[in-house]
């Protein structure tokens, strides 16, 4: 089983921000992370694991996500996610194209989601907390969240 521990962060919210990602399989590790000069904490969040997700190379092994984030287990673990795509309910939800990217690469995977506390000791999440700060404080560049400033002109935020 390969292991995905997941943060994000926004300093402002929305401000810039980041995410931080670890892959873990046996004793291979790798950390993801980047940086973006304005977006929103539950974007980071959920980029982290489209992220991680999309850098796994062996579809076939399972994967665990573990994230604090509430935002994204709970709208897989609840379904709600799929309600919405069903419902073509997106367009009135913040982060369609986030989530339509997400579930393009969940339905390619074998994913669970294991949702854990934050800033309460775990290791893995407070490693990708420190990463998700660094990038969102410029470490490494600011990239563009098209996305999230794509809807921040037209106003449908």
Not at 11 to 18: C, F, K, S
Not at 21 to 26: E, K, N, S, T
Not at 45 to 68: K, M, N, Y
Not at 123 to 128: G, K, T
Request: net charge positive; proline share 3%; charged share 25%.
């Amino acid at each position: 089983m390969i292991h995905l521990f997941t943060d994000g962060s926004a300093r402002g919210n929305p401000g810039p921000g980041g995410y931080g990602a670890i892959l873990r399989y046996g004793p291979h590790e790798k950390e993801l992370t980047q940086g973006f000069r304005h977006t929103t904490n539950n974007r980071m969040e959920l980029l982290a694991v489209i992220v991680g997700l999309e850098a796994v190379t062996r579809p076939d092994l399972s994967i665990r996500v573990v994230s604090d984030s509430k935002y994204v287990v709970d709208a897989v673990e609840k379904k709600w996610v799929f309600g919405w795509e069903k419902k073509s309910d997106f367009g009135k939800k913040a982060n369609e194209d986030l989530w339509r990217r997400f579930l393009k690469i969940y339905r390619q995977r074998k994913v669970s989601f294991h949702w854990i506390k934050g800033h309460a000791g775990h290791a893995e999440n407070e490693r990708c907390d420190v990463l998700a700060v660094q990038s969102a404080l410029g470490k490494g560049g600011l990239l563009v969240d098209e996305g999230y400033e794509a809807l921040a002109k037209t106003s449908l935020l």
